[in-house]
């Protein structure tokens, strides 16, 4: 069977060699690198633009993008007919392809993030690998957290307040340089669509800008809509542990603490939402002005074929909803996560329109194609091109949050500490 033919239905006329290729994991691969390089630029608004009212969700949302981070290059190797070949493009970057330069890109960003982590949280290596040294009988696992610890101080067991300024600064600066490059990390996803001349739905030069905003959008969101669900924990377990511990907050500190953050939070997701939105009709009042030879199949596609899902889902539903409940007075938990899930939502579907709608039309112009997902798996290839799939990439970041949780504390009772 040809790789595409047990999803891909045909209507009207079709050549026989064109299928649906490009399926849900090509759809979940820019998604996912939108989350990383949104999930960074919200935590850089705190290091570089120095918005302390996000300081909390700013050092949340830097550790959840390097949870992220890793999770960017699984959708490619699950789509790979050779997987195997796929960490060429890790060994061997260079800029003669767009694909080729992912490599730099992504080891780029990722030794900025992992920089800004180290001296985000070195006070905390140093502090706690000092307090496992001095006690006297350590468990086996503490004896492994003193070990752990020790060796990501790199020895740099400084810990007085000119060594801390000094890791302040260096925060400022990698998250400074980190901005362009989660920029150019997503934004090249877009370039690469965008410059498929073969596909006259995709041909753009907006398409990396439209990218990058969807990006930030799609980012703020997922960080707060985890933290939202994150506070909704900690107070639910905030009741109980006070008995033992009386310093820790109260269930209503956390929930004055939690709508602080939602509410300035709000405010820059609805910015870059305008941003994004802005950016696509713009993008397609441009092709509707000027008509090139294409643009009756596209406009078919557009206003035919996926007219739901461009208009009602995506725009209505992921765009215009989500705007209104953010734009109303008074906002609400509820509401924002209401809203966050809209959000999320419509950028899911912009990435879906854009992926499986691009390949929906036939090179002929006179026929149509459409994509089943594939629910149940009956071998390898529907696994890994299907909904099981998809869902195993979108719940490995949280596997990964949880653990790097335990290195780096999201949640500090006091940062003097």
């Not at 007085?160 to 989660?182: N, R």
């Not at 939105?277 to 713009?282: N, T």
Request: charged share 15%; proline share 5%.
């Amino acid at each position: 069977m040809v790789h595409g033919e047990a999803w891909t239905l045909k209507e009207l006329f079709v050549y026989p060699n064109e299928y649906i290729y490009w399926t849900i994991q090509i759809v979940m691969y820019p998604f996912m690198t939108g989350l990383v390089a949104g999930a960074f630029v919200l935590s850089s608004l705190y290091h570089v633009f120095g918005i302390k009212q996000l300081k909390d969700i700013a050092r949340f949302s830097l550790v959840f993008s390097f949870a992220l981070l890793p999770v960017a290059m699984i959708p490619l190797q699950l789509h790979l007919q050779h997987p195997e070949r796929g960490i060429e493009v890790m060994l061997t970057p260079h800029f003669t392809s767009a694909i080729a330069a992912f490599g730099i890109a992504f080891s780029t960003y990722g030794m900025i993030v992992a920089s800004e982590l180290w001296f985000v949280y070195r006070r905390h290596f140093v502090e706690t690998a000092l307090a496992l040294r001095a006690k006297p009988d350590k468990s086996p696992l503490e004896r492994f957290r003193y070990l752990l610890f020790s060796t990501l101080t790199l020895g740099a067991w400084d810990i007085s307040a000119h060594a801390l300024e000094k890791d302040e600064k260096a925060v400022k600066i990698m998250a400074t340089v980190g901005i362009p490059v989660a920029c150019l990390l997503h934004g090249y996803a877009g370039f690469i669509f965008g410059s498929v001349k073969a596909n006259a739905l995709w041909t753009t030069p907006l398409m990396p800008f439209i990218f990058i905003c969807s990006a930030v959008v799609s980012g703020i969101a997922l960080c707060m809509l985890v933290y939202m669900v994150t506070m909704e924990i900690r107070k639910l377990m905030a009741g109980w542990k006070r008995k033992q511990d009386p310093s820790l907050p109260s269930p209503e500190a956390i929930k004055s603490m939690e709508m602080y953050e939602i509410t300035m939070t709000s405010r820059y997701l609805v910015y870059a939402l305008i941003a994004a939105l802005g950016l696509e009709l713009l993008d397609l009042l441009f092709r509707d002005y000027a008509k090139f030879q294409s643009w009756e199949i596209v406009r078919s596609v557009i206003f035919g074929q996926d007219f739901v899902n461009i208009f009602i889902v995506q725009y209505g539903l992921g765009n215009l909803v989500p705007l209104t409940l953010f734009l109303l007075p008074r906002i609400t938990a509820k509401r924002a996560a209401v809203a966050t899930i809209l959000v999320l939502m419509g950028v899911f579907m912009m990435r879906w329109n854009l992926v499986i709608g691009g390949q929906a039309f036939s090179a002929s112009f006179a026929g149509f194609m459409h994509y089943e997902l594939p629910i149940i798996p009956h071998d390898i290839e529907t696994f890994k091109e299907g909904l099981i799939g998809a869902i195993l990439v979108g719940i490995t970041p949280f596997v990964f949050f949880w653990g790097l949780n335990k290195i780096f504390p999201v949640f500090k009772y006091d940062d003097s500490h």
